[in-house]
């Protein structure tokens, strides 16, 4: 499954089956979250057959039922550690789409277990994201108009639109969708607004629109 496939069939899911991941799917995922943390410097950890994070009457409240997987986005506690969230925990959630899993990012509805997220010093947990095989593939979320998200000073070219189209079908908190590119020349600006988490929205749907885009069409300004 390309990456366009991937985002276009991605929807949140938060009811799981009880099917285990298992090898080679666990330890292809291990190792893309390995060089994600490689590449980033953060610290996420796949954390597997772990019920109690989810047990709580606030994840029953969320509608969230059968996650006992679930991937801790921790990093060194600096400005930038939610927008690298975003970026590294959406190339994750893409990947296991890829794989056949589902997911769901979590910001709250959740309990935080000490005991199993045994955070480092100078590190912070900034969300999780539930993941596991889906007891559905979840359904599409209402998506704004391009022109509410976009500016051009200029015509706007087709690689813009198509990384705008993208930005459109990720993951936000709330499906609030408070993000604005503007295209200048061939540099594009992401800015988040303001709502909760819309630092980590705003790392997904950079992702996002790179993807759509095609990275080698522009520089982020
Ligand atoms: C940063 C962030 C935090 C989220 N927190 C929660 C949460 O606490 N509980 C929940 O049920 N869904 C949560 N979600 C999922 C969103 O509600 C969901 O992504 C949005 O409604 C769009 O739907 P879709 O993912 O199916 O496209 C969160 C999503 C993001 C990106």
């Given at each position: 499954m390309e990456l366009l496939e991937a985002i276009e069939k991605r929807h949140s899911v938060r009811s799981y089956t009880e099917q285990e991941i298992a090898d080679?799917?666990?330890?292809?995922?291990?190792?893309?979250?390995?060089?994600?943390?490689?590449e980033s410097?953060?610290?996420?950890?796949?954390?597997?057959?772990e019920p109690q994070a989810f047990a709580c009457r606030l994840a029953r409240y969320g509608k969230f039922s059968g996650v006992?997987?679930?991937?801790?986005?921790?990093?060194?506690?600096?400005?930038?550690?939610a927008e690298?969230?975003?970026?590294?925990?959406?190339k994750i959630v893409l990947k296991a789409q890829q794989l056949g899993l589902n997911t769901c990012w979590v910001g709250l509805t959740y309990s935080k277990i000490k005991s199993v997220l045994q955070i480092a010093p100078g590190d912070k947990l900034c969300l999780v994201i539930a993941i596991g095989y889906g007891a559905t593939q979840g359904v599409a979320h209402k998506v704004?108009?391009?022109?509410?998200v976009a500016q051009a000073?200029?015509?706007?070219?087709d690689w813009f639109q198509k990384?705008?189209?993208?930005?459109l079908l990720a993951p936000t908190a709330v499906n609030q969708q408070k993000f604005m590119f503007t295209l200048n020349g061939n540099q594009v600006t992401a800015k988040a607004g303001l709502g909760f988490y819309s630092k980590v929205d705003l790392g997904i749907v950079k992702l996002h629109f790179e993807i759509g885009a095609g990275p080698e069409n522009f520089t982020w300004a």
């Open positions: 080679p799917t666990k330890s292809t995922l291990q190792a893309y979250i390995d060089n994600c943390n490689q410097g953060l610290h996420c950890r796949l954390i597997l057959n006992r997987n679930y991937i801790a986005m921790i990093g060194p506690n600096t400005a930038d550690l690298k969230c975003g970026y590294y925990g959406e704004k108009q391009p022109q509410q000073a200029q015509p706007a070219p990384g705008v189209k993208a930005a």
